[in-house]
Every structure is written in C-alpha cells, then in structure tokens.
C-alpha cells in the first residue's frame, strides 16, 4: 500500500522521536561506564561524559575480584530463575481454568483475584506472616509471597482465551485430559505471551529490593540489589578497601559506577532474545476479553 505525504511525515517524526526516547535511555547507563574507565581525579572533577578520560580499567578488576559481589550475584541468579519458573508454572495453572467459560465459579474467583489488584497486604500482617512462616533469612521470603503476579496472570488468562476452543473440543473427544491439552496444544500455541510474561516476571525478581530489606538480615544472602545499596549509601566501605589495597587507580565513584553497571547490564542482555516474542505477546494477551 502506497503511503500518502502525510504517512511519510508521521514515519519519519517516530522514527525521530523513537531514536531520540532511546538516546536519552542510554546515555546514563553510557556515562556511567565512561566513569568507571576513568581515572579517579577526572571522575571527581566531573570531566567525564560519555568517553573515559585517563583510560583505567582498575575499578572493573576490583570489582570482578570481590568474591561478596559475587556471592550477592549468584543468590540474584538463582531468585531470578527460581522465581521466574515457580511464577510462570503457577500462573498457567490459575489462567488455564479461569480462561474456559464452562468453569462454573471463575467469575466469582475472578472476582476474588482482581480485588488484590486493588486492596494490597498491609506491610506490618505482611512481614508478621512471612516472619511465622519461618522464611526470615532465607531467599524463599523473596520468591513465594510473590509468587503470582494477578496483572501477569491476567494477561496470561485473555492470551488462552484466544485460542479457538474448537482445539479444545478436539482434544477431549480424542481423550486427552486437561494436562495434556494444556500442556501439549495450548502452551506451544503460548510462546509469546509467555515469553513476555517471563521478562515480567525476570526483571522483577532481578531487581528485588524491598523484600529483601524486610526479611533478609545475613550480608551474605543479601541479592545483588542489596549489595549495590549498600556500596552507595555506605561509601566508606568502599574507601576503606581502596586504602588497604593502597591502589589509587580506582576510588568510590568509580567503584560505584562500575558496580551499577555490573547489576544492570545482566538482566538488559536477556531482552534481545525475547524480542520478537515481546510485542506481540504483550497485545495479544492484552486484547479480547
């Protein structure tokens, strides 16, 4: 289809803007990587923009030898896709009966679910519930009060709802059972959607904070999140091992700059292998009703 004067002109300040919206995402993240391969002085004296200046990659070699950041980066790892593989499962398995019509009693649970979108736990009967379970000091007090995003869910839910039920009605006259029909013809018919709500639920379990804060009291489970904070609000940490070392290639704002590089770029690489699931996932499941 030919496009008109105007089309072109629509295309081409997307495009403009797009490119700019991109630009302006990357260049903090460009910065401060420019920061952490620069000397001290020329960090603290602010003449670093987007090309390290006094070119050192002393920062990045203390940072990738400290066995603590490490640690904290594994304990990340495992939530991560711990996390993701627990929330995925149970999630197909709440928006596969909710999304059949012939289930009696999903509008009333349907109900039920959507309410917590509205009225959260209040944060002190929230901690007191994990506390009495036992999960203080340990990473299932990040991954199992969580578990189940309703938003996800959701989206999950109207996904399956798409899906001729003409599939279905076929599965069960050829004498498959729920289990086989779910997993069998509706998850491979799934792949974007779920693709899309796993990159939900990864990022969200990479960037755990707030739980952590609550219920993890040992530095040596604190997740990625937690170590990160802890460099930047506690600098002298930081300075205190750049004198010992008595190494003056590096100081605390490189160190943090490296360090927040180090806990963002991990889970940034993931999405270009969920792209070409990733939009179409998210409109699909988001759609029909």
Known sequence: MKQTYGDKIFSILNYVCLTGAAVTMLMPLVHLLAVSLSSPIAADSKQVFLIP???????????????????????????????????????????????????????????AIIITMIFNAPLIPFFLT????????????????????????????????GIPSELYDSARMDGCNDAGILFRIYLPLSKPVLATVSLFYAVGYWNTFQRAVLFIR???????????????????????????????????????????????????????YLQKYFVKGSMLGSVKE
């Open 53 to 111: 200046i006094e070119f050192t990659v002393a920062s990045w070699e203390h940072i990738l030898q400290n066995k603590g950041l490490w640690g904290s980066f594994g304990i990340t790892v495992y939530i991560t896709v711990m996390g993701t593989l627990l929330s995925m499962l149970f999630s197909v398995l709440t928006a596969y009966p909710l999304s059949h019509k012939e289930f009696l009693v999903r509008k009333p649970i349907m109900f």
């Open 130 to 161: 994990v506390r009495e379970l036992g999960m203080m000091n340990s990473v299932w007090a990040l991954i199992l009060p969580g578990l189940i995003s309703t938003f996800n869910m959701i989206i999950i839910r109207t996904f399956l709802m």
């Open 218 to 272: 040992d530095p040596n489970k604190w997740p990625l999140q937690m170590k990160l904070r802890a460099y930047l609000t506690s600098p002298e940490e930081l300075a205190a091992v750049n004198m010992a070392l008595g190494d003056y290639d590096f100081n605390t704002t490189t160190l943090k700059a490296a360090t927040i590089i180090f806990a963002t770029v991990p889970i940034i690489l993931v999405y270009p």
